[in-house]
């Protein structure tokens, strides 16, 4: 396959509008239905948003940094975009997919790249039951609230949060507590990519807790099923020299 056909997207930064004015000066760029590969300009923020936004696409995704972090895009350079566009290398994610049933009784269902996070709403703490692909193993976490992290997500909230950093193709998803209280001593677990994982919150409308897919938030929430979304492929393209699996790696050796 041959990337010269790209579409751009780019955040709203002067920085990031300036240079998707110079790229498409220079080379010319498709419509989103006519490309094959979109490419992103911005931080971690734009490229969160792309995904999502063309995550029915099919279409691999590969951004340039124009923002503050970006450890998800490549370095900004306008030269050779075709050459480097046709010599980068995919990596395939998984989003997660969070279902929940709110105190009401109403349900949704949201997708989540980096995490799903439930997050008291009040000055009390949490009181939440875990269990794993329908097993009980924590009756009652008392805490600020408590996150499930994709190895992408990994060096984001989680990684903030305590939580470890979860190398790509570990088929492995990260729960990470958040400020516990009881047990208070419990720092989370890594579970199989496979593993279903379903909070419950105790006292919902005395302690009454919010859960959040990245962008998607729902509060008052009673019950939250979370899982790794195997039916949707997502590809980022990298680099050779820089690619997602090596700054994962590298990011556990920062001072």
Request: net charge negative; charged share 25%.
């Amino acid at each position: 396959m041959t990337h010269r056909k790209f579409a751009l997207v780019a955040s709203d930064t002067p920085e990031a509008a300036e240079a998707k004015a110079r790229l498409e000066a220079r080379y010319g760029v498709a419509a989103v239905e006519d490309a094959e590969v979109i490419v992103a300009l911005g931080g971690d923020g734009l490229m969160l948003e792309t995904l999502h936004r063309f995550m029915d696409h099919g279409l691999p995704i590969y951004g340039m940094n124009c923002g503050t972090v970006g450890f998800m895009m490549n370095q900004y350079d306008e030269e050779n975009l075709g050459e480097r566009l046709a010599a980068a290398q995919p990596v395939t994610l998984h989003p997660l997919r969070m279902h929940v049933e709110t105190v009401s009784g109403e349900r949704a269902d949201a997708q989540a790249i980096n995490e799903v996070s439930l997050l008291r709403e009040s000055r009390q703490a949490a009181k939440i039951g875990i269990f794993i692909d329908g097993v009980k193993r924590m009756d009652e976490l008392i805490c600020d609230g408590i996150m499930v992290a994709t190895p992408a997500g990994s060096t984001a909230y989680n990684l903030s949060a305590h939580g470890p950093i979860v190398p790509l193709g570990a088929e492995l998803l990260a729960l990470t507590p958040i400020s516990v209280f009881r047990p208070r001593r419990w720092r989370g677990a890594l579970l199989p990519a496979h593993a279903e994982v379903t909070f419950v919150v105790h006292e919902a409308g005395k302690r009454p807790v919010s859960a959040t897919a990245d962008f998607t938030e729902i509060r008052d929430v009673a019950k939250v099923t979370v899982r790794e979304d195997q039916s949707v492929d997502l590809t980022l393209l990298f680099d050779p020299e820089h690619n997602l699996e090596e700054r994962i790696i590298k990011e556990q050796f920062q001072p």
